[in-house]
């Protein structure tokens, strides 16, 4: 079985969560027989076209011009058309436009998937243009996953395509998660304290962090976040125009560097209020590391991770008040922290295992390969 993705930003130039999305699937489906490669765009035009990663091959090919963080490359149409020609199933992951177009341009007609990872929020004007592609995009291809119950149920598009839609979660490897060595937790101890909340992801507007910090003018507790991104400076200024004193943002880290604040934070707080957080990928982590969480309910994936007053808390979108409330809760309220933690640990090994999502997804694979 021969699995082709496509997407437009993978390892190692990009560390997102629909990268790790990818990465676990290759890893998880390799181990169950599938031989997977991925096409992906690249900045890097003095890099190798192919890497092997963990067990599968990854082709990059050239990014030409980006319009509204779409990115385009006449290379990548005949790149997926050759590759396609070897492929069972062709794996897409959406939302990408230029995805559907070279779809069609590279005339591919083996079976199809796509997983949907979030609907298209911010580019208003542009989606009233890209609408007709994208319909005819998702009618093209043979099925459509959704991440999580929660996202099938409040995605307008999905419910237009609930025929050929089905839903399978993301899941993690937790042996991908060796323990951090002491010196490493030793170092973190030391800058971060015993008791500190903890937040990963790339510093994109969608993730809420001004409604954190916001919370944070009230309850002034340690918080560590971790990731850089597009509003980075934005964010440092306003903790500062707050006065915050115990805010530290640490940028992007190793893998190393996260596991051990995974390892030694408190809670996690996800403050992510716009649909374009779909899931959560660094939600998840915190569940499987036995954390107790706080986040917004935004009709997606995230509170189909934490389980308000099972596995944490979810508080309404961008209400930096009840945010705080929250925290106040979790941090006065130990033994209700560690309970939720421990339920939150028990929810990850139940339904979001990278084993799981694989054994799902190669299912799907035979199923539409015909095998």
């Known amino acids: 079985m021969r699995v082709l993705h496509f997407y437009k930003t993978y390892y190692p130039d990009s560390w997102g969560g629909i990268e790790q999305v990818i990465r676990q699937l290759c890893v998880g489906t390799g181990q169950l027989g599938v031989s997977n490669e991925v096409l992906t765009l690249t900045r890097d035009l003095a890099g190798p076209s192919e890497i092997e990663y963990e067990g599968h091959l990854v082709h990059r090919v050239k990014l030409d011009f980006e319009v509204a963080s779409t990115g385009f490359s006449f290379?990548?149409?005949?790149?997926?058309?050759?590759?396609?020609?070897?492929?069972?199933?062709?794996?897409?992951?959406?939302?990408?436009?230029?995805?559907?177009?070279?779809?069609?341009?590279?005339?591919?007609?083996?079976?199809?998937?796509?997983?949907?990872?979030?609907?298209?929020?911010?580019?208003?004007?542009?989606?009233?243009?890209?609408?007709?592609?994208?319909?005819?995009?998702?009618?093209?291809?043979?099925?459509?996953?959704?991440?999580?119950?929660?996202?099938?149920?409040?995605?307008?598009?999905?419910?237009?395509?609930?025929?050929k839609t089905r839903t399978i979660t993301f899941g993690l490897d937790r042996a991908g998660y060796p323990p951090a060595g002491a010196a490493v937790l030793e170092k973190w101890r030391a800058l971060c304290g015993e008791r500190f909340f903890l937040f990963i992801g790339v510093l994109r507007y969608y993730k809420g962090l001004h409604i954190l910090l916001d919370a944070m003018a009230d309850v002034d507790y340690p918080v560590v976040i971790v990731g850089a991104g597009p509003i980075e400076m934005e964010l440092k200024a306003h903790a500062e125009r707050l006065g915050l004193t115990h805010v530290m943002f640490v940028g992007a880290l190793g893998e190393e560097d996260k596991i051990a604040l995974l390892q030694l934070c408190y809670a996690m707080v996800f403050p992510s209020h716009l649909r374009s957080e779909a899931f959560g990928i660094s939600l998840l982590e915190g569940a499987m590391f036995g954390k107790p969480m706080i986040s917004s309910e935004i009709g997606t994936g995230t509170t189909y991770i934490n389980i308000d007053q099972d596995t944490g808390l979810v508080v309404p979108p961008s209400d930096p008040a009840a945010f705080g409330a929250a925290m106040r809760t979790l941090w006065d309220q130990p033994e209700l922290a560690r309970q939720m933690g421990r339920r939150a640990e028990a929810r990850y090994w139940e339904l979001f295992t990278a084993r799981q999502m694989a054994t799902s997804y190669v299912a799907l694979y035979r199923e539409l390969a015909g095998r």
Not at 100 to 123: C, E, G, N
Not at 137 to 148: N, Y
């Open 75 to 163: 290379a990548a149409i005949r790149k997926l058309a050759r590759l396609a020609r070897k492929a069972d199933v062709i794996h897409y992951h959406f939302p990408w436009p230029f995805m559907d177009l070279a779809h069609f341009m590279a005339r591919v007609k083996k079976p199809s998937v796509v997983t949907y990872h979030s609907d298209i929020v911010r580019q208003k004007n542009l989606l009233r243009v890209y609408t007709p592609l994208k319909r005819r995009f998702l009618r093209s291809v043979t099925a459509i996953v959704a991440t999580s119950p929660n996202y099938m149920e409040s995605s307008p598009v999905l419910k237009r395509f609930r025929a």
